[in-house]
Each structure stands twice: as C-alpha cells, then as structure tokens.
Nanobody
Framework: VQLQASGGGLVQAGGSLRLSCVASGRTFSIYKMGWFRQAPGKEREFVAAISLSGVETSYADSVTGRFTISRDHAKNTMYLSINSLKREDTAVYYC?????????????????WGQGTQVTVSS
C-alpha cells in the first residue's frame, strides 16, 4: 500500500488543521492506521491510532482532547483533525498503516509509511 499525507502548513497558535492520508494499492480496509510526528532533534513519537474498524482510537496524552483521528473506508482516507494548536505541535506528521485490526502506538507495528507533511505553529 502507498500512503500520501497532506494538509500541513503554517498556522498560528490556537488555530486548526486537518491532515489527510490517502491510501492506494492494496485494500485500505485490511490495515490499522496511525499518525506519528517528529520534531527537529527529537525521535518520532506516537500521536494517534485507529483500529481497522474505525471504532477504537487512541491518543498520546499531549494531544488528547485536541486531536481527533478518523477514517473513511469508502475514500481510502484517514484524517487527523487538530484544534487548539500549540507551538510544541510543530513537527513533520507521518501517517502509517499496519497489518492487523487493533490500534497500536508502536512504530514497529506499522509496515507502511507516508512521506510526511510539515506542520508549523507560530506564536
């Protein structure tokens, strides 16, 4: 499967964005999906994940209440709605897909990765 992330940009603190991740190739509906991010000089970190069914979701503590992950099987697309952006949210955001039905916060459990989309939050 190939993943294409988009929707990043330069936003003021307190603003909102919606990231998208379009999957192509093998059937989208056989994968769990997730979002990770990497800030300059830091390791890649878990942001949010969603199960194959879309019913179960999980979030990092730092984004809970501000970020919402969702997926649309008909469009082969996963979304990350981001509200109340903070400067510390600045990072490259990567979408990922992995075999299996349950969500996971571990990068090693995702076999496929998108190219990333830059989110920059200004004060």
């Amino acid at each position: 499967v190939q993943l294409q992330a988009s929707g990043g940009g330069l936003v003021q603190a307190g603003g909102s964005l919606r990231l998208s991740c379009v999957a192509s190739g093998r059937t989208f509906s056989i994968y769990k999906m997730g979002w990770f991010r990497q800030a300059p000089g830091k390791e890649r970190e878990f942001v949010a994940a969603i199960s194959l069914s879309g019913v179960e979701t999980s979030y990092a503590d730092s984004v809970t209440g501000r970020f919402t992950i969702s997926r649309d099987h008909a469009k082969n697309t996963m979304y990350l709605s981001i509200n109340s952006l903070k400067r510390e949210d600045t990072a490259v955001y990567y979408c990922a897909a992995g075999y299996g039905s349950s969500w996971s916060s571990f990068p090693r459990e995702y076999e496929f990765w998108g190219q990333g989309t830059q989110v920059t939050v200004s004060s």
